[in-house]
Antibody, heavy 123, light 106 residues
Framework: QVQLQQSRPGLVKPSQTLSLTCAISGDSISGNTVAWDWIRQSPSRGLEWLGRTRYRSKWYSEYAVSVKGRITITPDTSKNQISLQLDSVTPEDTAVYYC?????????????WGQGTLVTVSS | DIQMTQSPSTLSASVGDRVTITCRAGQSISRGLAWYQQKPGKAPKLLIYQVSRLQSGVPSRFSGSGSGTEFTLTISSLQPDDFATYYCQQYNSFSWTFGQGTKVEI
């Protein structure tokens, strides 16, 4: 069974950097038919896909236009985990953040999700 | 980004009812559409992918149809466990987008 365990919730000050990790068990992040996503959810923005990382002979990370320039998604193969870094946060970045396994490139959907991490941006 | 619009936003129904939720895409997305169910405090759960393919373990009362820009999720006979919020998601373009959700309530 695939499981995704996210790091703990936290409070981040405006203009600072949001950092989250997602440890995966039951699957390898280096599989060439899978991608690993970060998605967030807030009352104002709904469900918002932020980006993905995937391995296809080399690592690719791709990002939503809404956060491009502020976001970095990094794989760590030694720990079988992925990380999210979001720079220069504002209160609008307050949301529940999810990591998820994405089988879209195999023709399926996003089938396993982490438990969600509430991140609050406030001074 | 491709905009996804669901209707209705809220749906009141009773156990045993047939329920239909519609999702419209801002442009054609071929068969790149999935449906998710979400309950309060939980992550979304994949129900259907590629418009009509049922995810393993999902009851057969759930079904999906459509093509191009208009899609539907149907619950043939609503059960108590089905009261939740449902989201469509397109994955035809580079960037995935979700609908705003349809809350199915008693």
């Amino acid at each position: 069974q695939v499981q995704l365990q996210q790091s703990r919730p936290g409070l981040v000050k405006p203009s600072q950097t949001l950092s989250l990790t997602c440890a995966i068990s039951g699957d390898s992040i280096s599989g060439n038919t899978v991608a690993w996503d970060w998605i967030r959810q807030s009352p104002s923005r709904g469900l918002e896909w932020l980006g993905r990382t995937r391995y296809r002979s080399k690592w690719y990370s791709e990002y939503a236009v809404s956060v491009k320039g502020r976001i970095t998604i990094t794989p760590d193969t030694s720990k079988n985990q992925i990380s999210l870094q979001l720079d220069s946060v504002t209160p609008e970045d307050t949301a529940v953040y999810y990591c998820a396994r994405d089988l879209v490139y195999s023709g399926a959907g996003i089938d396993f999700w982490g438990q969600g991490t509430l991140v609050t941006v406030s001074s | 980004d491709i905009q996804m619009t669901q209707s209705p936003s809220t749906l009141s129904a009773s156990v045993g009812d047939r329920v239909t939720i519609t999702c419209r895409a801002g442009q054609s997305i071929s068969r790149g559409l999935a449906w998710y169910q979400q309950k309060p405090g939980k992550a979304p759960k994949l129900l259907i992918y590629q418009v009509s393919r049922l995810q393993s373990g999902v009851p057969s009362r759930f079904s999906g149809s459509g093509s191009g820009t208009e899609f539907t999720l149907t619950i043939s006979s609503l059960q108590p466990d089905d009261f939740a919020t449902y989201y469509c998601q397109q994955y035809n373009s580079f960037s995935w987008t979700f609908g705003q959700g349809t809350k199915v309530e008693i």
